[in-house]
């Protein structure tokens, strides 16, 4: 079932827009009753999980725990279940998309930062990055290489300094919505997201923000796949700069 829309005050006084928050879930059945929970307990926002074709009750446990579940019909990657989160978002008017995910990482009480940042700073994306401000996030050797590798490129392309072009945990407003709803990349999207909005003449900040290890499961990241996962990401970035920049929809 579908949590009805909230619109309770950020602030006494300022109030609390319209947000969707998409759960991208694979074979997260242990973890997404509580990142359902822990939603619902910090922030006045509707929640949408999108089921990528778990085969573990994924969905089922998300349903009982109250949350809206679009189950994809098999496996079709995390771009194509964030993707499917911007559209049920645009279809839904809703003001602000804020993605998290399944597995725990993404405290809600952080999601009111980056709603907060794209009001106050006029940004059509606001990142949270466990690099800027205090930083409690202690990644391995492998990861803090290729999330400093992208750093730069992602820095150099956008000519402004993005610290976690990896994080998955960000808001976008109505002008992003409409541009993922539209359009968004399928094998490796955070990196490359992050530059479509930029090509696409989208303003983007970064939010300090405290995240978590996963809450269940084990992640499949070996050092040698962190190295082959950046060489692919390098090459998916050379062949998105190599294609014309992707519009806005008429409208947004």
């Known amino acids: 079932m579908e ?52 085969g573990d009750g994924t969905a089922a446990e998300a349903v009982r725990a109250g949350a809206r579940v679009i189950t994809l019909p098999f496996n079709l ?59 409690h996030y202690r990644p391995t050797f492998a990861r803090r290489v290729g999330i400093a590798v992208f750093a730069r490129v992602v820095s150099a392309i956008c000519g402004t300094r993005i610290t976690d072009s990896t994080s998955g945990f960000r808001a976008g407003n109505r002008r992003a919505i409409a541009l993922f709803a539209a359009a968004y990349p399928h094998d490796y999207p955070e990196v490359e997201a992050v530059i ?18 996963r ?14 996962y950046m060489l692919k990401v390098l090459l998916a970035v050379a062949m998105l700069m190599l294609r014309r920049p992707v519009k806005l929809p008429e409208g947004s």
């Open 196 to 213: 479509i909005a930029h090509r696409a003449g989208l303003r983007i900040v970064e939010v300090p923000v405290q995240m978590r290890t």
């Open 3 to 54: 949590a009805p829309a909230i619109s309770e005050a950020a602030a006494p006084g300022a109030p609390f827009p319209r947000c969707l928050a998409i759960v991208p879930a694979f074979q997260e059945r242990d973890a997404i009753a509580q990142v359902i929970a822990d939603i619902r307990a910090h922030s006045p926002v509707d929640i949408v999980v999108i089921d990528d074709g778990s």
């Open 77 to 135: 990657g995390i771009g194509s279940a964030v993707q499917t989160g911007y559209m049920a978002a645009q279809e839904g008017d809703f003001d602000v998309a804020i993605q998290v995910d399944g597995d725990g990482q993404h405290p809600a009480a952080e999601i009111g930062k980056l709603v907060t940042a794209l009001g106050e700073s006029g940004a059509d994306i606001a990142i949270g990055s466990r690099f800027v401000g205090e930083r």
């Open 215 to 228: 809450q269940a499961g084990r992640s499949s990241i070996t050092p040698v796949r962190s190295a082959y």
